[in-house]
C-alpha cells in the first residue's frame, strides 16, 4: 500500500512500517498504572516538486525521493507512471495516463500517490512477546477514546488520494508493570486499493 501512519499533521515524521526507525512509543509509568492519548493521521506517500515541470516533461524532480518504478503518482488532476529512477528524487514518467490532461505543474506542487482506498480498517497487533494489544484503544476523536473497545479495530472510511485522516490512540499500561518505553504494539492498516 501506498498510504502510511505519521504522528504529526505536517506528514514528516512517519511511523515505522517493521524497521522500528520511528515508532508510535511513549514511556510509561506502570508503577501506578499510566495512560497516554495521541492523535495520528493516515496519508498517502506524497512529497512536492522541486522544480517546475512544464506539460511535455518527462523528467521530474521531487523535492524527497519516495516513489517506486511502476507506481501511478497525481499532481493536480494529471496521472503519470513512474517509469524509472523510483527511490530518488530525479524520476521519469510517462505523462497524461488514463484519460488526464499533461499541464504544467508549479514546483512546490504536492506530488501523491495515486491510490483512493475504501474500507480501510485500523488495528492494534501485538507479536512479540506477551500479547499486550488489549492496552490499546483507537477511535476518531479523543472523546470517543472513552467507549472504545480495547483491543479493538476502528473502520477509517474511505479515503482519496489527497485526503488525511486523522485518529486517536491511547495505550494504558495496567499498574504494577515496571516504567518501559512501549514499541511492540502496531498499528495494522488494510483495506482495498483502486487507482484515482
Known amino acids: 500500500m501506498s498510504i502510511h501512519l505519521y504522528i504529526d499533521a505536517q506528514l514528516s515524521q512517519q511511523i515505522s512500517e517493521g524497521d522500528l526507525t520511528n515508532p508510535d512509543s511513549d514511556t510509561f509509568d506502570g508503577s501506578n498504572g499510566d495512560n497516554k492519548d495521541r492523535q495520528l493521521f493516515v496519508a498517502n506517500e506524497q512529497t512536492t516538486l522541486a522544480e517546475v515541470l512544464d506539460a511535455v516533461q518527462s523528467a521530474m524532480v521531487l523535492a524527497v525521493p519516495r516513489f517506486s518504478d511502476g507506481e501511478v503518482i497525481m499532481i493536480d488532476s494529471e ?37 483512493n482506498y ?27 477514546l472513552d467507549a472504545a473497545v480495547p483491543g479493538g ?34 498499528l495494522r492498516l488494510t483495506g482495498t486499493m483502486s487507482l484515482a
Open 153 to 186: 479495530g476502528i473502520f477509517l472510511s474511505d479515503k482519496s488520494f489527497n485526503e488525511t485522516i486523522s485518529f486517536w490512540r491511547r495505550i494504558s499500561v495496567p499498574a504494577g508493570i515496571s516504567a518501559q518505553k512501549k514499541t511492540d504494539i502496531k
Open 79 to 115: 496521472e503519470m507512471r513512474v517509469v524509472s529512477g523510483g527511490g530518488t528524487t530525479t524520476l521519469m514518467v510517462q505523462r497524461a495516463l488514463y484519460g488526464t490532461q499533461p499541464a504544467a505543474h508549479a514546483q512546490d506542487a504536492i506530488v501523491y500517490s495515486a491510490c
Open 118 to 144: 475504501s474500507s480501510l480498517l485500523l488495528e492494534p497487533v501485538d507479536t512479540s512477546g506477551t500479547d499486550e494489544s488489549s492496552w490499546c484503544k483507537l477511535a476518531l476523536t479523543q472523546a470517543g
